[in-house]
T-cell receptor, first 115, second 112 residues
């Protein structure tokens, strides 16, 4: 298994500002992902955080709005830039160890409210 | 890309009854199908998963079945208990691939 520490757990931010969310894993993992879960909705993949290279974004998500860093195999950050109320959501970090170990583990999520 | 559909969106059962949630997927190359349980305000937790070389898998009161030909898989919970009340998500992914696609979720309520 993997223990994931995600912070902050929640924040209330002013529109136009940016928030950086951190995801720390207790062991090296091959894959790290960022998901968004809007209230009462499913999980939507934002991007795959690639170690040592640019993240891979899903359709509808762009680097300027959601810059991602992954400096090593245990840590990643997601920034929500120039926030608007529509960005209010839960953001979740997910990790996978790759290979035959297919299980994905989730951080506890960051509940973001933009006012 | 993969598209996962999940039904029903809400399900209410009496304690002790069975609950069944169904999902279909579109990508025939998908071969890993997990189910997650998410309680209010908490992270999704894996409860059971199945790979495409298996038709059925059971873990105590929970079972998952997979029909690869029809591209659908189902979660079965028997002898439901109030603590089973949560939102359940199905998902599909290609083995060793990056992204997991989730269904829309089913809110299960077990009435005592």
């Amino acid at each position: 298994s993997a223990v994931i520490s995600q912070k902050p757990s929640r924040d209330i931010c002013q529109r136009g500002t940016s928030l950086t969310i951190q995801c720390q894993v207790d062991s090296q993992v091959t894959m790290m992902f960022w998901y968004r879960q809007q209230p009462g909705q499913s999980l939507t993949l934002i991007a795959t955080a690639n170690q040592g290279s640019e993240a891979t974004y899903e359709s509808g998500f762009v680097i300027d709005k959601f810059p991602i860093s992954r400096p090593n195999l245990t840590f990643s950050t997601l920034t929500v830039s120039n926030m608007s109320p529509e960005d209010s959501s839960i953001y979740l970090c997910s990790v996978g160890k790759g290979g035959s170990n297919t299980e994905a583990f989730f951080g506890q999520g960051t509940r973001l409210t933009v006012v | 890309g993969e598209n996962v559909e999940q039904h029903p969106s809400t399900l209410s059962v009496q304690e002790g009854d069975s609950a069944v949630i169904k999902c279909t997927y579109s990508d025939s190359a998908s071969n890993y199908f997990p189910w997650y349980k998410q309680e209010l305000g908490k992270r999704p937790q894996l409860i059971i998963d199945i790979r495409s070389n298996v038709g059925e898998k059971k873990d105590q009161r929970i079972a998952v079945t997979l029909n690869k030909t029809a591209k659908h898989f189902s979660l079965h919970i028997t002898e439901t208990q109030p603590e089973d009340s949560a939102v359940y998500f199905c998902a599909a992914r290609r083995y060793n691939n990056n992204d997991m696609r989730f269904g829309a979720g089913t809110r299960l309520t077990v009435k005592p």
